[in-house]
């Protein structure tokens, strides 16, 4: 059986607890099997890339890292 959550997709969030407590983003996903969600801005990790077709440097990204479902809370409006 599938997991139901309150929280979508396009939905306004504030980050309740954590490092970045208090902050306010758009969820852009929502990870069902880890309970998670990533959202805009928020929990931003340095991650290493290495060189591909794409990316002929390879270097360092800014990525937004998943966040449990229950230190978000809907902001409501």
Partial sequence: MAKKFKIKKG??????????KGK??????VLTGKDAVIVAGCKVARKAVKPS????????????MPIHISNVKKVEG
């Avoid at 306010?24 to 996903?29: C, P, S």
């Avoid at 077709?53 to 937004?64: H, L, M, P, S, V």
């Fill in 53 to 64: 077709e794409e990316n002929k440097e390879g270097g360092f990204i800014n990525k937004e």
């Fill in 24 to 29: 306010t983003g758009e969820v852009l996903r």
């Fill in 11 to 20: 939905d306004q969030v504030e980050i309740i607890a954590g490092d970045d």
